[in-house]
């Protein structure tokens, strides 16, 4: 009688947790950091490693990961697709390449598992796949999870919501390492995007990417970008704003992935009492 009553409870803590997650049930808070099953999707890549370790740190359970077939995982436990990790985890962390990106959405809405994403070189129809699992799976998908960044975000709305574009010409330089496969960078792009917010513009109307050539003159209102490679630099980013007679300037450096790794796990953390809906970092940080 008594074994029949605890399954019946398990049975029913089953019942909310799941149709939490599906928006069925209120939003209740079903794990802590501890019982929270997180899976890291590129577990062998620059950030993959990063995350394993923040991931432990956080006090959450590593249940394993994906990688392109060939790579040396370090001794990760391996599934045998996104599929597979998916059913086997609450939330996946993902940090791979744009190519996986409308795979993941299908394999992780279908699994009803959350999505941290930070992917970069996405397409438009990576950002329509992703629109749509975050009608049906919680979901964060921001090109850098640092709080630095998130804040010049946040500053660059406002600076240029402030200085008018017929005056003030906004370019976005960025660097990062050599072996970066997209250009101009997540980060730049957001930053772009939060000029052209600011301004009351979409960003693919004014948006100029590496000049060369015969280019004629600036226009008013662009927002140029240039892309720097080389080294190991982890990711540095500059917002100039410059007029006749001034010039204001934004920069973030980062010294270490660690930034973009805690920050990660953080919203991991954050995503997992949510409802299905498509969040940011914003939100995250409480900005
Ligand atoms: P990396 O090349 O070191 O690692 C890529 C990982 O993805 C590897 O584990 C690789 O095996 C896996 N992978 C690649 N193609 C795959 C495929 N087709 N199927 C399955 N797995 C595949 O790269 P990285 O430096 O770790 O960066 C990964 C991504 O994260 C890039 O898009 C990068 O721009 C982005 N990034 C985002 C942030 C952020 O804060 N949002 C920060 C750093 C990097």
Redo the contacts with the bound molecule.
Sequence with gaps: MMTNGLALCAVFVHYLTKTSRLGIAPDIAYKTPMTLKIGI????????QMLTEEVVAAGATLVGG???PG?DAKGATLFAD?AALAAACDLVID??????VIPHATALTHAGTSWVL????LSAADEAAIAAAGTKIPVIA?????PGVNLMFALAERMAAALPANAYDAEILEMHHR????AP???ALGLGRAVAAGRGVDLKDVIVSGRDGHTGPRKDGEIGFATLRGGQIV?SHSLLFTAGSEQITLTHHAFD?RA?AT??VRAALWLADKKPGLYNMKQVLGM
């Design positions: 999707a590129g577990i062998s890549g620059r950030m993959g994906v990688c392109r790579d996104i940090f791979t390449h744009a190519s996986t930070g992917t970069t070189g921001a090109p850098n999870f640092s072996q970066k496969v997209d960078s997540g980060t990711g992935r973009f920050g990660a």
